[in-house]
């Protein structure tokens, strides 16, 4: 397992770093006035506890507890830090089965998350049992692309929530994968899916534009890349004009560092996802300058 305080000690060495702006990354520090740390996870998958020494893959890592630490470490550090999830919070362990998410959202509100967008396998105790839960998750959800409208979860989500910290404004969206082919339509009901490309960039504009957001998130379970023309979330970069941060999920993609992408202007945007079933946390640091320039840099660690 990662040494903690040699990770707080050490991320600018280890990690991504793109200037928003043309801001280079000495100036960045010499000149830094505000930062903002965004954390995040995707597809957790219901796991809790932490693998087994033995086990082959993940030995000795993830678990809900360790997050908690790691997270509360960084927030002493920096005050000013959100914590999201990028979907398929649900499925994969006796928990789930057992309870069909409720100890999910509760333990994810005792984290103090501040949002969450849903996967395909949110949807996995049918839409009423999302809803059933609900009351349990202390933290907003959000999707932009899911049309509730004729469902019990009409009224239950955000297309965005904005966040104001340290007198930044964060504006973040949520889109969703196609369900149709992924999870049986009783299951999903009247839900409709939007052309998650044309979503956003609706929403980015609004974010931008109308409400005037200083730096603006996606939370996608689309997935990071695929070969086809399906919508992934490098093409959600290349497609969006004032997204800089990308929080993905889906395809339990492990990326040691953010991809740096080009945005439709030929910007840089991050893309970022940290695998699955809890076993790193991502972190993304904003650096705005005395002339509220803003560079960001991020990094997966390892829980």
């Given at each position: 397992?990662?040494?903690?305080?040699?990770?707080?000690?050490?991320?600018?060495?280890?990690?991504?770093?793109?200037?928003?702006?043309?801001?280079?990354?000495?100036?960045?520090?010499?000149?830094?006035?505000?930062?903002?740390?965004?954390?995040?996870?995707?597809?957790?998958?219901?796991?809790?506890?932490?693998?087994?020494?033995?086990?082959?893959?993940?030995?000795?890592?993830?678990?809900?507890?360790?997050?908690?630490?790691l997270?509360?470490?960084i927030?002493?550090?920096?005050?000013?830090?959100?914590?999201?999830?990028?979907g398929?919070?649900?499925?994969?362990?006796?928990?789930?089965?057992?309870?069909?998410?409720?100890?999910?959202?509760k333990?994810?509100?005792?984290?103090?998350?501040?949002?969450?967008?849903?996967?395909?396998?949110?949807?996995?105790?049918?839409?009423?049992?999302?809803?059933?839960?609900?009351?349990?998750?202390?933290?907003?959800?959000?999707?932009?692309?899911?049309?509730?409208s004729?469902?019990?979860?009409?009224?239950?989500?955000?297309?965005?929530?904005?966040?104001?910290?340290?007198?930044?404004?964060?504006?973040?969206?949520?889109?969703?994968?196609?369900?149709?082919?992924?999870?049986?339509?009783?299951?999903f009901?009247?839900?409709?899916?939007?052309?998650?490309?044309?979503?956003?960039?609706?929403?980015?504009?609004?974010?931008?534009?109308?409400?005037?957001?200083?730096?603006?998130?996606?939370?996608?379970?689309?997935?990071?890349q695929?070969?086809s023309?399906?919508?992934?979330?490098?093409?959600?970069?290349?497609?969006?004009?004032?997204?800089?941060?990308?929080?993905?999920?889906?395809?339990?993609?492990?990326?040691?560092?953010?991809?740096?992408?080009?945005?439709?202007?030929?910007?840089?945007?991050?893309?970022?996802?940290?695998?699955?079933?809890?076993?790193?946390?991502?972190?993304?640091?904003?650096?705005?300058?005395?002339?509220?320039?803003?560079?960001?840099?991020?990094?997966?660690?390892?829980?």
């Amino acid at each position: 397992m990662m040494n903690r305080r040699n990770f707080l000690a050490n991320t600018t060495a280890t990690s991504a770093f793109i200037a928003l702006g043309g801001l280079s990354l000495n100036s960045c520090i010499l000149d830094t006035k505000k930062k903002i740390t965004i954390l995040h996870t995707n597809d957790v998958h219901s796991h809790i506890d932490p693998f087994p020494q033995e086990h082959s893959e993940f030995p000795n890592l993830g678990g809900l507890a360790r997050r908690a630490t790691l997270v509360e470490a960084i927030r002493k550090e920096n005050p000013n830090t959100l914590l999201f999830d990028a979907g398929d919070i649900f499925q994969g362990t006796p928990y789930f089965n057992f309870y069909g998410g409720e100890l999910e959202f509760k333990l994810m509100s005792m984290l103090k998350y501040d949002a969450a967008t849903i996967g395909n396998h949110d949807f996995d105790n049918g839409i009423d049992g999302l809803f059933a839960q609900l009351p349990h998750a202390k933290f907003q959800l959000i999707s932009a692309n899911y049309d509730f409208s004729n469902t019990v979860m009409n009224g239950f989500t955000k297309p965005y929530e904005i966040y104001t910290v340290d007198d930044i404004k964060i504006g973040v969206y949520g889109l969703g994968i196609e369900l149709d082919g992924l999870v049986t339509k009783k299951l999903f009901k009247e839900t409709v899916y939007l052309n998650p490309f044309e979503i956003a960039q609706d929403t980015e504009r609004k974010l931008k534009e109308e409400e005037k957001c200083d730096i603006i998130i996606c939370l996608s379970h689309l997935g990071y890349q695929y070969d086809s023309s399906k919508p992934d979330d490098l093409k959600l970069a290349a497609n969006t004009k004032y997204t800089n941060l990308i929080i993905g999920g889906h395809t339990h993609t492990f990326l040691d560092k953010p991809t740096i992408a080009k945005n439709s202007a030929n910007i840089d945007v991050l893309v970022n996802q940290v695998g699955c079933y809890g076993v790193n946390l991502g972190r993304i640091d904003f650096y705005f300058d005395s002339k509220n320039n803003i560079s960001a840099d991020g990094v997966s660690i390892a829980v």
